[in-house]
């Protein structure tokens, strides 16, 4: 698993083929059957349409919104935001990650880790963000954890616009998904998580560098807090997950960490 998300990042237009015949290059001799169950337990996809994505299932019950964003021009700060669910691997096992994403300053408002898909860390993460600011759009896919309910009626309660991503296009989330490629390459790649709670100290600390110091061509070399807040403003410490404290071997074993079960 940890060879095919390393591969994904570098050749996300791999599709099960592929990604068998180049694990069998790199001597590991696998059928394409359990390749594409590996790829699916990742919530991993080839880069062209695709009629599923396994870690946002939809849920035929829940009413779906029309995707609102076609030719929109994006001028503006708070005016889409996004989430999005990702894989994390670990030494042994994953969790999921969640955030919510300013589009026009690639500024991360909120995240969430979770052992399980359940919609709970979704709607909590949700909550974070909303607690100071809102959009006048936001963006999801057809993942029954954002169509669900208890997360659209928190959006239309306050008069936000829902937009949800047409089935199977991948790029309607774009800048999410280029966010979830930084996290990867930049801090999951470069270590390996033995605990939940050093995943969620970890990236706690990559969020706080991502928002606050890394540096974007994009947004013309500027950071996306200096974006979202103004050039003037202070660094802004992004709130990190309840339990986001360090890892088992630098903290006192009496300190808990709440993680999403």
């Known amino acids: 698993m940890r060879l095919l998300d390393e591969q994904y990042m570098n050749t996300p237009f791999y599709g099960v083929d592929k990604m068998t015949f180049w694990l069998g290059r790199q001597g590991h001799h696998v059928n394409p059957k359990r390749v594409r169950r590996l790829l699916r337990q990742m919530g991993i996809e080839a880069i062209y349409p695709r009629p599923n994505r396994n870690l946002s299932n939809p849920n035929k019950a829940h009413k779906i919104f029309p995707y609102l964003l076609k030719g929109v021009g994006i001028y503006h700060v708070d005016q889409v935001w996004s989430i999005d669910i990702t894989y994390i691997r670990m030494h042994q096992g994953w969790v999921y990650l969640v955030a919510v994403i300013d589009w026009y300053s690639r500024y991360v408002l909120s995240w969430e880790i979770s052992v399980t898909l359940e919609p709970l860390f979704c709607i909590e993460a949700l909550r974070r963000a909303l607690s100071e ?22 959006l239309l309660d306050r008069g936000i616009k829902v937009s949800m991503d047409g089935r199977g296009r991948c790029f309607d989330n774009i800048f999410i998904e280029r966010l979830w490629r930084s996290v990867k390459v930049e801090e999951v790649y470069i270590r390996d998580y033995d605990t939940v709670s050093e995943a969620n100290y970890y990236l706690s600390r990559y969020f706080e560098f991502y928002n606050n110091e890394r540096l974007h061509a994009s947004l013309g070399y500027q950071t996306p807090a200096e974006v979202y807040f103004g050039a003037l403003a202070p660094p802004v410490a992004l709130r990190a997950p309840s339990g986001a404290n360090a890892p088992k071997s630098m903290i006192s074993p009496s300190k808990n960490v709440n993680i999403f079960v």
């Open 133 to 154: 600011r809102s959009p006048e759009i936001f963006n999801t896919d057809q993942g029954s954890q954002f169509t669900s309910p208890d997360f659209t009626n928190i």
